[in-house]
């Protein structure tokens, strides 16, 4: 065998080994819960195309980083990226998605509310409006949380999809997917993946919605609270609606003297 041929196997070997789905977990002191998330994970993916999974650990101050590594010799589908303090989930999730090489991502909160399984059905409706829809977006039913808690989450979605109108009742459900590079052409700000649809939608892609069943969470606490994102949640939401209300339609653009087919 010559160079040339040697060289085009390796290329066709790197290609097959590119996963398909990135799939994104930020967490944050969540100890109790990576390891069963991560077997659950795997065991919805592994009957489908090639899949790659990354936890991004924001600053956790327990022991989930330890853990994460432990796991990185059993699962060689685990990706473990790190915050050297903490940036909060908006972050946590754009470095997943930048690291990431899947062609489609998929998002999950690290408590073990969200339910993986639903993750195939999300990329079989990616695939199936290719070029069309943006993302994804889950919707719980029989959620899990207080009544307190969930009366503040119907207010919220009520007051955002009035201004936004972007035909989504839960925008807080951390299941999500989406193309790469949609999301990489977003503007990018602190809680962006509590307002993706109306962005997306801003960008000319369609909605797809998800009825997904809610868990209560495996273990310990809440680390991205209620009372932090109402803080902001305001200043977010006014910034939003300014972003599409300047939006103009992106003029089609060819290269002069470019060769054909190019």
Same mark, same amino acid.
């Given at each position: 065998m010559d160079q040339s041929e040697s060289t085009t196997g390796e290329t066709e070997a790197a290609t097959v080994a590119l996963p398909l789905v990135s799939v994104v977990v930020p967490v944050r002191n969540e100890e109790g819960n990576v390891a069963p998330l991560l077997a659950e994970i795997v065991a919805a993916l592994e009957s489908g195309p090639a899949f790659e999974v990354i936890f991004v650990d924001d600053g956790s101050t327990d022991e989930t980083p330890t853990i994460l590594a432990n796991l990185r010799g059993t699962y060689?589908?685990?990706?473990?990226?790190?915050?050297?303090?903490?940036?909060? #989930?908006?972050?946590?999730?754009?470095?997943?998605?930048?690291?990431?090489? $899947?062609?489609? =991502?998929a998002t999950l909160d690290g408590d073990g509310q969200n339910n993986p399984a639903f993750i195939p059905q999300m990329i079989r409706l990616l695939q199936e409006g290719e070029? @069309?829809?943006?993302?994804? #977006?889950? #919707?719980?039913?029989?959620?899990?949380?207080?009544?307190?808690?969930?009366?503040?989450?119907? #207010?919220?979605?009520r007051i955002r $999809?009035? =201004?936004? @109108?972007?035909g989504t009742r839960d925008t807080g459900c951390g299941l999500k997917a989406f193309p790469r590079e949609v999301y990489l052409a977003l503007p990018y700000f602190d809680a962006i993946h509590r307002f993706m649809p109306a962005l997306v939608k801003r960008e000319g892609y369609a909605v797809a919605h998800l009825d997904v069943?809610?868990?209560?969470? $495996?273990?310990?606490?809440?680390?991205?609270g209620f009372w932090g994102r109402l803080r902001v949640g305001v200043l977010d939401l006014a910034g939003v609606w300014w972003l599409i209300k300047r939006k103009r *339609?992106? *003029?089609?653009?060819?290269?002069?003297?470019?060769?054909? $087919?190019?």
């Open positions: 060689p589908q685990l990706r473990q990226l790190r915050h050297a303090r903490g940036g909060g #989930q908006s972050a946590a999730i754009r470095s997943g998605v930048r690291f990431a090489r $899947g062609t489609y =991502i070029g @069309k829809v943006g993302i994804v #977006q889950g #919707q719980r039913v029989g959620r899990r949380d207080t009544a307190f808690k969930r009366w503040q989450s119907r #207010q919220a979605n $999809g009035a =201004i936004l @109108k972007d069943v809610d868990r209560p969470r $495996g273990s310990g606490v809440s680390n991205y *339609p992106t *003029p089609p653009v060819v290269e002069i003297g470019a060769a054909p $087919g190019a």
